[in-house]
C-alpha cells in the first residue's frame, strides 16, 4: 500500500436522479471510489442498477435513522416512526430516543435489518456501513450493527467521524441550537468510535471541501497536503440539500485538475470495498 492512500466518498445515492448522475459521472472520472446509498430514497433502485455496473465502485449502506422515511412500513415500527413512516428529523432528539433504556431497540434492530436485506436485494457488495447525521456510531445502533455483522457482510464502517460532524453542524442549525447539539452529540460520537475497533475503517474521515462555495483549487491543495495513511474524504455531489453545495461538488468530481493532482502527488486510490477485502 502507498504511503497516502484516498477514499473519495459520495454520501446520498439514491436521494435524487441527479445525486446518481453526478456519483456515477465522478466514478467515471476516477475521481469518487466509493458511494453510500440510501436504500430507502425515491432514486435508490436506479442507483443500485447503474451500481452493479460498476463492480470497482465501494458502495455501502448509508443508513437513515433520522430525518427520512423508514423502510419497514409504519406498522411494524409504530413506537419508531410516525403515521407517514418518517423518523424524527433532529439527530440529538434521535440520539435521545434510541438510548438504550428508551424501549426502541427491537424495533430499531428491524429497521436496521430490513435497510440491509434491501441493499443486498440489489446484487451489491456491502462494502460498509454508515449513517445521515453519523447515527451508526450511537451505542444502541452501533451494538446492532455488530450483532448483525454476525449474519451479514459487514465488516468496514466509518468511524472517526468528528470532523465531518463538525463541518454538519456549521452548516446546518443557527446560533446557540448547533453548539448544545454538538456539545450533546459529540460525547456519543467518540464513544461510538472507541466501541467500533472490530470493524475496519479509514484513519481519518473529513469533508472533501471545507468552504462555500466549493473551489477546485482548495482541493487541489488539501490532496498536495494529505497526510500519511489512509484518508476518506467525503462529498455530496449533485445534493439539493441546502447544507451542501451540490453543483460546485458534482464539478469537483469530474474536475480535470483534480484528476491531475490526484496522479501528481503519489497518491494511492483506494475503496472501502478495498479495505472490506484487504486490499487497501
Excluded at 189 to 207: I, V
Aim: charged share 20%.
Amino acid at each position: 500500500m502507498a504511503n497516502k492512500s484516498l477514499i473519495i466518498t459520495a454520501d446520498d445515492l439514491g436521494m435524487w436522479p441527479e445525486v446518481n448522475d453526478a456519483v456515477f459521472a465522478g466514478y467515471d472520472n476516477g475521481i469518487v471510489t466509493s458511494a453510500g446509498l440510501r436504500v430507502g430514497s425515491p432514486a435508490s433502485a436506479t442507483a443500485m442498477v447503474s451500481a452493479a455496473m460498476r463492480p470497482q465502485l465501494g458502495v455501502g449502506l448509508h443508513l437513515v435513522l433520522c430525518g427520512g422515511k423508514a423502510t419497514l412500513p409504519a406498522r411494524h415500527i409504530p413506537n419508531l416512526v410516525d403515521s407517514s413512516g418518517n423518523f424524527v428529523d433532529r439527530p440529538l432528539e434521535a440520539a435521545w430516543l434510541y438510548r438504550r433504556r428508551g424501549g426502541l431497540r427491537k424495533e430499531l434492530s428491524a429497521e436496521i435489518r430490513a435497510q440491509i436485506e434491501r441493499f443486498l436485494s440489489g446484487g451489491l457488495f456491502l462494502s460498509y456501513v454508515s449513517a445521515d447525521q453519523h447515527l451508526h456510531l450511537h451505542p444502541t445502533v452501533l451494538s446492532i450493527i455488530k450483532e448483525l455483522a454476525i449474519e451479514y457482510p459487514i465488516s468496514a464502517l466509518r468511524k472517526p467521524c468528528g470532523r465531518l460532524w463538525r463541518y454538519s453542524r456549521h452548516h446546518g442549525l443557527p446560533g446557540w441550537q448547533k453548539n448544545i447539539e454538538a456539545a450533546l452529540m459529540r460525547p456519543t460520537l467518540g464513544w461510538g468510535r472507541m466501541r467500533a475497533g472490530k470493524f475496519l475503517g479509514p484513519d481519518r474521515s473529513e469533508p472533501l471541501c471545507q468552504q462555500r462555495p466549493v473551489t477546485e483549487h482548495e482541493v487541489v491543495d488539501r490532496l498536495q497536503a494529505l497526510p500519511s495513511g489512509v484518508t476518506e474524504l467525503v462529498c455530496h455531489p449533485g445534493s439539493l440539500r441546502g447544507r451542501y453545495d451540490g453543483r460546485g461538488e458534482a464539478a469537483i468530481v469530474t474536475s480535470p485538475l483534480v484528476r491531475a493532482a490526484l496522479s501528481s502527488n503519489e497518491i494511492e486510490m483506494t475503496s472501502y470495498r478495498d479495505l472490506a477485502e484487504g486490499l487497501g
